[in-house]
């Protein structure tokens, strides 16, 4: 059972940053890819980044490369999305997530095990 808890979104203004974290519980974490995703009002979960299980290997949505990284502490079971030059289409619920017993990334939400409660991200124009 691996336990995900996001922290870190809250409100910004365009151009702004905001960097979220996920902490996980469980000693599958350092093994297992994580995930990045986000779903705003009247859309399907998207994936936004992912990370292997070493950090070795990201992967990011076109729209948000060059403006967010993924990363991970394996240390302290706990993966980031740092945000940068947000933009009001950046507005969403952002999830974590965690393919146990895999470290490949894939996209496909339904290729992740384990969700965090997500938490709300908003930019203003």
């Known amino acids: 059972q691996v336990q995900l808890v996001e922290s870190g979104g809250g409100l910004v203004q365009a151009g702004g940053s905001l960097r979220l974290s996920c902490a996980a519980s469980g000693r599958t974490f350092s093994s297992s890819a994580m995930g990045w995703f986000r779903q705003a009002p009247g859309k399907e979960r998207e994936f936004v980044a992912g990370?292997?299980?070493?950090?070795?290997?990201?992967y990011y949505a076109d729209s948000v490369k060059g403006r967010f990284t993924i990363s991970r502490d394996n240390a302290k079971n706990t993966v980031y999305l740092q945000m940068n030059s947000l933009k009001p289409e950046d507005t969403a619920v952002y999830y974590c997530?965690?393919?146990?017993?895999?470290?490949?990334?894939?996209?496909?939400?339904?290729?992740?095990?384990?969700w965090g409660q997500g938490t709300q991200v908003t930019v203003s124009s």
């Open positions: 997530a965690a393919r146990v017993g895999s470290t490949v990334v894939v996209r496909p939400a339904a290729g992740y095990d384990y």
């Open positions: 990370i292997s299980w070493n950090g070795g290997s990201t």
